[in-house]
């Protein structure tokens, strides 16, 4: 079965830190674009960062250009997002998946709680 698992998510102050991994159950994720998506209650969900398949290229969105950064380790089935200069409203359920998403490949997602 495949699966993606987020970690790394967590209480943290504004200005804070935070990197969350995304683990893939299989290498066939090393082929494909990957990206970081996040929910906050109320919202829709949305794509925070995407990355290609060789990691060559990446794209974000404009709230949070400057402050995350996407990465991947294809050779641990691994994608990244550190996440600095954190704000309030970056308090989300955070995902990762393919882009495009496939709908059974979303996972259980990790928490990031950004407050004083």
């Known amino acids: 079965q495949v699966q993606l698992v987020e970690s790394g998510g967590g209480l943290v102050q504004p200005g804070g830190s935070l990197r969350l991994s995304c683990a893939a159950s299989?290498?066939?994720?090393?082929?494909?674009?990957m990206g970081w998506y996040r929910q906050a209650p109320g919202k829709e969900r949305e794509l925070v960062a995407g990355?290609?398949?060789?990691?060559?290229?990446?794209t974000y969105v404009d709230s949070v250009k400057g402050r995350f950064t996407i990465s991947r380790d294809n050779a641990k089935n691994t994608v990244y997002l550190q996440m600095n200069s954190l704000k309030p409203e970056d308090t989300a359920v955070y995902y990762c998946?393919?882009?495009?998403?496939?709908?059974?490949?979303w996972g259980q997602g990790t928490q990031v709680t950004v407050s004083s």
């Open positions: 998946n393919t882009r495009p998403v496939r709908s059974d490949y």
């Open positions: 299989t290498s066939i994720f090393s082929i494909k674009p």
């Open positions: 990355i290609s398949s060789g990691g060559g290229t990446t």
